[in-house]
């Protein structure tokens, strides 16, 4: 289920997205593997420098790896902006995604959990981060009977919201999808505790919430997924949806399930996942996020535009 966003939208809003869907339409009208490729390159291209992208990645990578020489950054700022590309598309066009995909490696020491949980219809609550893309761990783990759904934050343009959320049910394989606020938390919270299977990303910049440290730098970062997992008795894990060096196939490693605590120290474990992930394939996260956009010290000029 998608809900619509309550805000009307402005003319500008209203073509700005028509503009998009005819963009994206006439974009599928290309072979596969030439639009797959090609949004890839727009983003690591023009489109990067047009958007801001490249030079919000580049100066997240200066705060966080300002030790890295500016080819190192560059590559990775690189691959950053193709996966971004890459992952627009396929998310546009989710069926399409996993028609041309090949089969995923679903791995890690979490997996045998993961479908013991499953299979006793215990709740599961997925964490991760912004990595390669989402879409390829909904279709690993729908392959294995087990139906993904999370709660999502709207865009900023209502009408083309309406579109994109359309495409996350992806015909009926997808779980429930809920939106932000006390309605769709708490819809959320109730579809978890009758044994459902959903996720949250960890890496977003929230305006409250404690300061854990990330990649060296402390972050706000939202103890929503620990909470609900403590309350339900929900399995807590992690996974990540990497894409490979080919840049069309993807391997899935589902993580370690951490033991349940108190919600601070189980975020915090949880951050030390999505880090241990990050330094072993930087490239495959998503720098082009403001994720350390408050922070408790005075800012340098370089954060103020993070």
């Keep these: 289920m998608t809900e619509k966003s309550d805000r009307n939208g402005t003319f500008k809003e209203w073509f700005s997205s028509h503009i998009l869907m005819l963009f994206f339409r006439l974009m599928r009208l290309l072979p596969y593997l030439f639009r797959h490729w090609l949004m890839g390159a727009l983003l690591r291209g023009p489109l990067g420098y047009i958007t801001g992208y490249r030079k919000r990645t580049l100066d997240n990578l200066n705060l966080i790896y300002p030790e890295f020489s500016n080819e190192q950054k560059t590559i990775i700022a690189k691959q950053v902006l193709d996966n971004a590309g890459r992952t627009f598309l396929e998310n546009m066009y989710p069926a399409d995604f996993q028609a041309h995909s090949p089969e995923i490696k679903l791995w890690g020491d979490g997996l045998e959990a993961l479908l013991k949980a499953h299979s006793e219809g215990r709740p599961i609550m997925f964490f991760s981060g912004h990595f390669g893309n989402h879409e390829a761990f909904r279709a690993a783990l729908y392959r294995h009977g087990i ?91 992690p996974y990540f949806s990497m894409r490979n060096p080919d840049c069309l196939s993807f391997n899935v490693e589902i993580g370690k399930p951490i033991k349940h605590s108190d919600p601070l120290t189980m975020t915090q474990k949880a951050t030390k996942a999505l880090e241990k992930r990050i330094v072993k394939d930087p490239g495959n996260w998503f720098w082009i996020h403001r994720r350390w956009k408050y922070s408790p010290e005075p800012q340098t000029e370089t954060e103020e535009k993070l």
């Excluded at 083309?160 to 819809?187: A, M």
């Excluded at 929230?206 to 300061?211: E, I, K, R, Y």
């Excluded at 939202?222 to 807590?236: D, E, G, I, R």
């Design 147 to 237: 139906k993904v759904g999370g709660l999502i934050r709207p865009m900023s343009n209502p009408y083309f919201d309406y579109h994109y959320q359309k495409t996350l049910l992806i015909e009926g394989r997808s779980g429930q999808v809920f939106l932000p606020g006390p309605q769709g938390t708490l819809g959320f919270y109730k579809s978890l505790k009758k044994g459902a299977t959903l996720v949250l990303l960890i890496d977003i910049a929230v305006p409250d919430g404690p300061f854990i440290d990330f990649l060296g730098r402390p972050a706000r970062t939202a103890l929503t997924a620990a909470t609900f997992a403590v309350k339900s008795n929900a399995l807590f894990l």
